[in-house]
């Protein structure tokens, strides 16, 4: 992309805006501002300009003014509670010292534009500057009431330690991995690991390059507010109507629940069935020690589970694991003695079990030693002594509502 062309004909240089959607309200909530060029007959996208590092800061700084500038003079016409999403990395956020850019907002500030409604969406991955006087800008502009948004379905240590530094208003979730069949695990168990931290710091989740409704589905699941994407709505010159995809959004949040309804329950009648199965075998054999329960738990369970064995309330195992390999079950004495209280919700659910007396079905999650997605039943024995059966994934595969 010819940089002095643009620079030379910046007339033709204007801002696109791509809606953001609520699941609270099913409307616009915000747009997100994207800088495009006419060319001939051609509308091109200034992306490539903006990431090609050949192109001098002040260029880019240049032509991204202009861009704030048009969308806010387009943006001051709309609603109060609409808001203004802003791409920026960290070099051009700090040209000048970050203080031209805060000027400019500032003078539409005093047109009547509250600062509030902007939402920088940042990214310093590749800034090679002082990251403590970068963010001392952040909180500088934020002061102003401006909000920080920031990309990520990074699995590096280092970018969850910047998202909790940064603490931003908004975590976004780029869901183009969902696209490809070959998207393993390690994007569900980073997305949950985000969304566990969004929790923490208190960051609404925005799911961005939506463009089918199953990757709708999947952000509306895992606790996405806010959603952006062609399968919404592209990015266009004009704003559009807010209540345009109410009545189409409402209508998919309700395929949504229902689905959602069908499978909780099912896990709900999975959970009742195994209570009362291990009880029946639990009560018969209440006088019988850990290896002849086992040898019962063995033959009614064969078909369902895959590793079993007993604990303390304290999480430390009294018994050994009972392991189904290819060629039939095994005993793991070496698992005798080892403590389990670490694992998340482990103390949470045993004071649950004790104090309501019923078995759990736990979540799906990945086991560590076969690192299949598997559940685990926990059954109260007694007041001492808990219960711990892991359903293989086979079980679950045949079980759809339980997957």
Known sequence: MDALEILSDL?????????????????????????????????ISLGPFFQDDQIPDEYKFEVDLLLVRKALEKAIKLEDDISI????????????????????????????????????????????????????????????????????????????????????????????????TATGMNFHDVLFTLSLLARKIGATLLFENIEMSYQLQFAWKNGGRYYQGFYLYPPAAEFIQRDLLKPRLKEKFHDFISYEKRKLEGVYLASEYFHSMVQEIVM???????????????????????????????????SANIFKEKNGWDVQAEYKNKNWSWRPYFLENIIKMRNERKGILSDLYRDIETGENIRTFSYPMNGDDYLFIDISYQYLFEHEQLL
Do not use: W
């Open 11 to 43: 007339e033709h240089v204007f801002p696109y805006f791509q809606p953001i959607f609520s699941a609270d309200e099913q409307q616009v909530i915000a747009y997100k501002v994207l800088g495009r060029y006419e060319t001939g007959d051609n509308i």
């Open 85 to 180: 999403f802003l791409n920026r990395n960290a070099e051009l956020l700090m040209y000048g010292h970050g203080e031209p850019f805060l000027q400019e907002l500032l003078d539409f500030e005093k047109k009547g534009f509250n600062l509030s409604r902007i939402v920088l969406e940042i990214s310093d991955r590749k800034y090679l500057g002082d990251l403590d006087q970068f963010d001392h800008l952040l909180q500088y502009y934020r002061t102003y009431g401006i909000k920080i948004a920031v990309s990520s379905t990074d699995s590096e240590s280092y970018h969850f330690e910047r998202i909790g530094q940064l603490e931003p208003d908004i975590l976004k979730i780029n869901l183009e991995p969902l696209k490809s």
């Open 284 to 318: 018969k054999n209440k006088k019988a020690g850990f290896k002849e329960l086992f040898q019962t738990l063995v033959k009614e369970l064969d078909h369902i589970a895959f590793r079993m064995y007993i604990c303390d309330e304290d999480g430390f195992q009294k």
